[in-house]
């Protein structure tokens, strides 16, 4: 499976930012012998798009949609609206939804098949907090979230986020990290069967930086990686990526 890098912009960017990156994402090699995802806020997707040569590898998504096709709910995105502005993945149920806006697992299920009615990607997100993992049971949430979050016949992309490594500069040990791949791969399998389990890249997220990328990338059944902080500086974003080779 060629390795998977997203960048999560989250709440951050400008039309300055695009500007930069777009440039600096698709001259760069990497882009052709990785899949590299941006995803900015909602306002940026089409400025973004815009700056992106035909057919270029580099390719966008947004970071949330609503699970329904239009209607009346203000400040709401739709996965259609995203798709015709040219992102190509959503991510869904990060743990800053589930946090700010008290996403449950059914709702992102929902999203998920919205994502897939509109021809998205969806990266779901999944991963424990503090105090989960520290009484020792990170792998029953992630099995919980991923049962309920994941609709039958799922296909699209997973995310391990530990929460407590969004951000903070810290990270699992390799070992964790592989561990809990290894339990999501296993639990896919179960659910979906070895073909289609296996086609499901499995990313990890929190605190990847380019001094720990080659290390997470090369641990058994991590497929790629969900960058935030690092993402939004270009030369850090290619050395991630880099470190995938
Ligand atoms: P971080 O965020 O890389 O800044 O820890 C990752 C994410 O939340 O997707």
């Not at 798009?49 to 329904?68: E, F, K, N, T, Y």
């Not at 991963?127 to 994941?150: F, H, K, N, Y």
């Not at 530990?162 to 399998?189: K, N």
């Amino acid at each position: 499976m060629r390795p998977l890098i997203v960048g999560n912009w989250k709440m951050n960017g400008t039309l300055g930012l695009v500007a930069e990156h777009a440039a600096a994402l698709t001259t760069s090699p990497l882009a052709r012998a990785l899949d590299l995802v941006v995803c900015p806020p909602f306002p940026l997707i089409a400025p973004f798009a815009a700056r992106l040569p035909v057919a270029s590898p580099l390719r966008l998504g947004g970071q949330d949609c609503h699970p329904a096709e239009a209607g009346a709910h203000t400040g709401d995105v739709a996965a259609g609206m995203l798709r015709e502005v040219g992102a190509a993945f959503v991510i869904l149920g990060h743990s800053e939804r589930r946090r700010d806006h008290g996403e449950s697992d059914a709702l992102v299920r929902a999203k998920t098949l919205a994502a897939r009615r509109a021809g998205l990607v969806p990266i779901v997100c999944v991963g424990e907090d503090e105090a989960e993992r520290e009484r020792g049971g990170a792998a029953r949430v992630v099995a919980d979230q991923l049962s309920a979050s994941l609709p039958d016949g799922f296909e699209g992309v997973i995310a391990y986020e530990p929460v407590w490594a969004i951000g903070s500069g810290r990270t699992p040990t390799a070992g964790d990290i592989a561990a809990m791949h290894r339990l999501i791969r296993e639990s896919l399998i179960g659910r979906f069967g070895t073909t289609r389990a296996a086609a499901i890249p499995l990313l990890y997220g929190g605190s990847v930086k380019p001094a720990n990328a080659g290390t997470i990338l090369h641990i058994p059944e991590v497929n790629g990686v969900l960058v935030g902080g690092a993402s939004l500086v270009s030369a850090d974003f290619l050395a991630i990526a880099a470190a995938a080779l």
